[in-house]
């Protein structure tokens, strides 16, 4: 049984940071952030290869937010920074443990096995 765990969420203001971490068990390859806003579909928003040498973005968070794993220890991060309020919404970490990432794309919710329970990020004005 695969487990992920998300930490690190909270309250913000506008221009603030927060880093999201998401412990994990086993060997992964490809590995993700999603957040869903109340009322929305759950997005991808970063994408990270099984060495951590290839990451990718949705647009929404280019240049602002980075992700990254030790896979050393079983983690997986993503600093948030210049959060904006529409950043609000559950986070949730995702992994799969044979597939490689999309080369051409952000990988979809269907390419993840192993999801956590997610953690909230809330922004304000």
């Known amino acids: 049984h695969v487990q992920l765990v998300e930490s690190g969420g909270g309250s913000v203001q506008a221009g603030g940071s927060l880093r999201l971490s998401c412990v994990f068990a086993?060997?992964?390859?490809?590995m993700a952030w999603f957040r869903q806003a109340p009322g929305q579909e759950r997005e991808v928003i970063a994408t990270?290869?099984?060495?951590?040498?290839?990451?990718r973005y949705s647009d929404s968070v280019k240049g602002r937010f980075t992700i990254s794993r030790d896979n050393n220890i079983n983690s997986l991060y993503l600093q948030m920074d210049n959060l904006k309020p529409e950043d609000s919404g559950m986070y949730y970490c995702?992994?799969?443990?044979?597939?490689?990432?999309?080369?051409?794309?952000?990988?979809?919710?269907?390419?993840?096995?192993?999801w956590g329970q997610g953690t909230q990020v809330t922004v304000s004005t």
């Open positions: 995702a992994a799969d443990a044979w597939k490689a990432c999309y080369q051409d794309s952000l990988s979809s919710q269907g390419a993840f096995d192993y």
């Open positions: 086993g060997s992964m390859r490809c």
């Open positions: 990270i290869s099984k060495g951590g040498s290839y990451s």
